[in-house]
């Protein structure tokens, strides 16, 4: 499965995204889908995932209640709306994708990767 991930853009302190994660080639929901993050100087790190029916629904602490992963079959997408952003949120996100549920939340449990879309945070 190829993916793209886009919506990414500058937001104020406060703001909201929407971020996209599209899927060409297969159904994205035959597939776990995760949102990763990356900022300048740091390591990639998990940010929330959803299963492939979209029933369950994880995220890492640091967006809890601010972040909302969701799938739209029909348009065979994932999104993630990012709420009450705040400048350590600004990074560049990635969506990957898993036939398995990950044991874990590393990325070395997801195999297929889109380029990623950039979030910029303004105070």
């Known amino acids: 499965v190829q993916l793209q991930a886009s919506g990414g853009g500058l937001v104020q302190s406060g703001g909201s995204l929407r971020l996209s994660c599209a899927a060409s080639g297969r159904t994205l929901s035959d597939y776990v889908t995760g949102w990763f993050r990356q900022a300048p100087g740091k390591e990639r790190e998990y940010v929330a995932a959803t299963s492939r029916i979209g029933g369950r629904t994880y995220y890492a602490d640091s967006v809890k209640g601010r972040f909302t992963v969701s799938r739209d079959n029909a348009k065979n997408i994932v999104t993630l709306q990012m709420n009450n952003l705040k400048s350590e949120d600004a990074a560049v996100y990635y969506c990957?994708?898993?036939?398995?549920?990950?044991?874990?939340?590393?990325?070395?449990?997801?195999?297929?990767w889109g380029l990623g879309t950039l979030v910029t945070v303004s105070s």
């Open positions: 990957a994708a898993s036939q398995h549920w990950p044991t874990g939340r590393g990325t070395e449990g997801y195999e297929f």
